[in-house]
Every structure is written in structure tokens, then in C-alpha cells.
């Protein structure tokens, strides 16, 4: 079993701490007030379309030549395209969905370009996908502090996702509408949450950045790590 870092500990402790903060905002706030703070246009949206361009810029700061880091920064890019809604601003309705490519409502170059956009964006989380797997499964990612970090906003991901479309679902498909209350802690979470994975990626960042600096040191250096 893989021993949890002190980065580790420190990132979740924080994590359950905000996860509480963003209870206590869903369960006290009025609609309000809210409403517009957990928008499509308020400030946690907001700041998550600068997160992710900060660290979108970071990896390429970073190591612009890293194919990896060119994918992981162009990926962020596109998380930040996603939170501004980019992906439909050029568009008559979202690239992402099927019904964009089957109506005849929508220009037939709208749909060539939109589909060439999303089988790239498709591609790249695929790659990505293939890295990270291997990474966590073949190098051993998970027994450091970079990898248990990464872990976080990897998992993250998907549950933001699922909670994005979830009330959807319900109502198109199972005609079952939630109360307002469950709503209104389901889009804290899910807004919250998205602001704070860039976070935890650019933690993740600064900790391999710092790896990288205490392994580049040489050894009987006054900064190399060990006994003096």
C-alpha cells in the first residue's frame, strides 16, 4: 500500500476544508445572493477560466520543447475554452453534442470544422489518457508526492462532469426534476470543484518543478539533500 506524502496530506486537508466551505455557502446562502456567485458568468466560473490559462502557461513556461508538456498546457487551454463557453460561441449549439452533427438546423462547415475540433480535443485526451496511465500504472507515479497530488484533479475530472449533466439527465430522461436545495449543492460542488483542479494541477506542477531542482543538484552540493 502506497504511504500518503506530507503534499498529499496537506492537499486533501485542504480539499475536505473547501469541500465544507462550499457546503456551508449552498446550505446559507440565499438564491439571491447564490444564483449569480455559482453562474455560468459568476466569479467561480471566472476564476476557473484564469486558472486554467495560468497553468496553461506555466507548462509551457516550463518546458515549451516537452510534448507532453505542449499537450497538458493545450489541454488546459481547452478546459478554459470550455468554461468560457467557446465551444459554442462560433457555433449555432455546443460542438460536444450529437445533435450538432445530425440537425439540419446547423450549417453544414459548422459541422466539418466543429467535428474536426472535437476528434482533435478527443485525440489529445486520449493521449493524455495513454500517459497518465502509464504513469500511475507502469512508473510509479502513485508512491510519490507528484503523482498522489495529480491523482486528485485526475478524479476530479469526471466527478465534475457527471454532476454538470446530472440534473439534466433526470429531468430529459426520467422526467424526475430535484428540489432546489439539492441543486443548489450540487452546482457549489460542481462549480467549486472546477475552479479547484487547475489549483491542484499547478500544485502538482510546482512539485515536480521542485523534484526536478533537488535532483539536478549535484551530489556533496551545500544544497543536495542528505547528512552535512
Same mark, same amino acid.
Given at each position: 500500500?502506497?504511504?500518503?506524502?506530507? +503534499?498529499?496530506?496537506?492537499? $486533501?486537508?485542504? *480539499?475536505?476544508?473547501?469541500?465544507?466551505? *462550499?457546503?456551508v455557502l449552498a446550505a446559507s446562502l440565499t438564491p439571491e445572493v447564490f444564483i449569480p456567485l455559482f453562474s455560468e458568468q459568476g466569479p467561480f466560473e471566472e476564476m476557473s477560466i484564469v486558472l486554467w490559462v495560468a497553468l496553461g502557461a506555466m507548462l509551457?513556461?516550463?518546458?515549451?520543447?516537452?510534448r507532453r508538456m505542449l499537450a497538458l498546457a493545450a489541454l488546459s487551454f481547452v478546459f478554459a475554452a470550455r468554461e468560457a463557453d467557446l465551444h459554442k460561441a462560433f457555433t449555432v449549439m455546443s460542438i460536444s453534442k450529437i445533435k450538432f452533427y445530425v440537425s439540419p438546423d446547423v450549417p453544414v462547415m459548422q459541422k466539418v470544422v466543429g467535428g474536426l475540433v472535437f476528434l482533435a480535443v478527443v485525440a489529445l485526451i486520449v493521449y493524455? +489518457?495513454? $500517459?497518465?496511465?502509464?504513469?500511475?500504472?507502469?512508473?510509479?507515479? *502513485?508512491?510519490?508526492?507528484?503523482?498522489q497530488v495529480l491523482l486528485l484533479p485526475v478524479l476530479l475530472l469526471p466527478i465534475s462532469k457527471f454532476l454538470d449533466r446530472f440534473s439534466n439527465v433526470l429531468r430529459e430522461s426520467f422526467n424526475i426534476?430535484?428540489?432546489?436545495?439539492?441543486?443548489?449543492?450540487?452546482?457549489?460542488?460542481?462549480?467549486?470543484?472546477?475552479?479547484?483542479?487547475?489549483?491542484?494541477?499547478?500544485?502538482? $506542477?510546482? *512539485?515536480?518543478? +521542485?523534484?526536478?531542482?533537488?535532483s539536478a543538484q549535484p551530489q556533496g552540493s551545500p544544497l543536495s539533500p542528505g547528512k552535512h
Amino acid at each position: 500500500m502506497n504511504k500518503l506524502s506530507t +503534499a498529499m496530506r496537506v492537499a $486533501l486537508a485542504v *480539499l475536505v476544508i473547501y469541500a465544507g466551505y *462550499l457546503v456551508v455557502l449552498a446550505a446559507s446562502l440565499t438564491p439571491e445572493v447564490f444564483i449569480p456567485l455559482f453562474s455560468e458568468q459568476g466569479p467561480f466560473e471566472e476564476m476557473s477560466i484564469v486558472l486554467w490559462v495560468a497553468l496553461g502557461a506555466m507548462l509551457l513556461f516550463h518546458d515549451f520543447r516537452s510534448r507532453r508538456m505542449l499537450a497538458l498546457a493545450a489541454l488546459s487551454f481547452v478546459f478554459a475554452a470550455r468554461e468560457a463557453d467557446l465551444h459554442k460561441a462560433f457555433t449555432v449549439m455546443s460542438i460536444s453534442k450529437i445533435k450538432f452533427y445530425v440537425s439540419p438546423d446547423v450549417p453544414v462547415m459548422q459541422k466539418v470544422v466543429g467535428g474536426l475540433v472535437f476528434l482533435a480535443v478527443v485525440a489529445l485526451i486520449v493521449y493524455l +489518457a495513454r $500517459l497518465c496511465w502509464q504513469y500511475f500504472s507502469r512508473q510509479g507515479g *502513485l508512491r510519490t508526492p507528484v503523482g498522489q497530488v495529480l491523482l486528485l484533479p485526475v478524479l476530479l475530472l469526471p466527478i465534475s462532469k457527471f454532476l454538470d449533466r446530472f440534473s439534466n439527465v433526470l429531468r430529459e430522461s426520467f422526467n424526475i426534476e430535484l428540489s432546489y436545495a439539492v441543486n443548489q449543492f450540487i452546482a457549489a460542488f460542481e462549480e467549486g470543484m472546477e475552479m479547484a483542479m487547475p489549483v491542484l494541477f499547478i500544485v502538482a $506542477l510546482m *512539485l515536480y518543478r +521542485a523534484h526536478q531542482r533537488e535532483s539536478a543538484q549535484p551530489q556533496g552540493s551545500p544544497l543536495s539533500p542528505g547528512k552535512h
